[in-house]
């Protein structure tokens, strides 16, 4: 994918991460508030969490690849083929 893609696919997760996790924390302190009056599940808390870690995920994701961390600007270019000299003496010749 190009990476203008990558940047907007960053920079929307980002956003609506931040969405996620304000969403999460009301949900948290309303369970809090509900807890007084009733047993909570453990379960229900992960089950609030697997869509915020998804979503962390692909942003961090899609970070990496708009930042390139994987591999340094020299080794993204492709591989150079053999040089002329070593072509002239394995005997392949080449016209220029």
Do not use: K
């Not at 203008?4 to 969405?19: M, N, R, S, Y």
């Amino acid at each position: 994918m190009p990476t203008i893609v990558h940047l907007l696919l960053a920079l929307v997760l980002t956003v609506f991460l931040a969405a996620q996790a304000s969403a999460l924390a009301f949900v948290l302190r309303s369970r809090r508030a509900v807890s007084a009056r009733g047993a909570r599940r453990r379960t229900d808390l992960l089950w609030t969490c697997i869509p915020v870690l998804l979503v962390l995920f692909l942003a961090a994701r899609s970070w990496v690849a708009v930042i390139d961390v994987h591999r340094p600007a020299v080794a993204a270019t492709a591989a150079p083929s053999q040089s002329v000299a070593a072509q002239a003496a394995r005997g392949i010749h080449t016209t220029p």
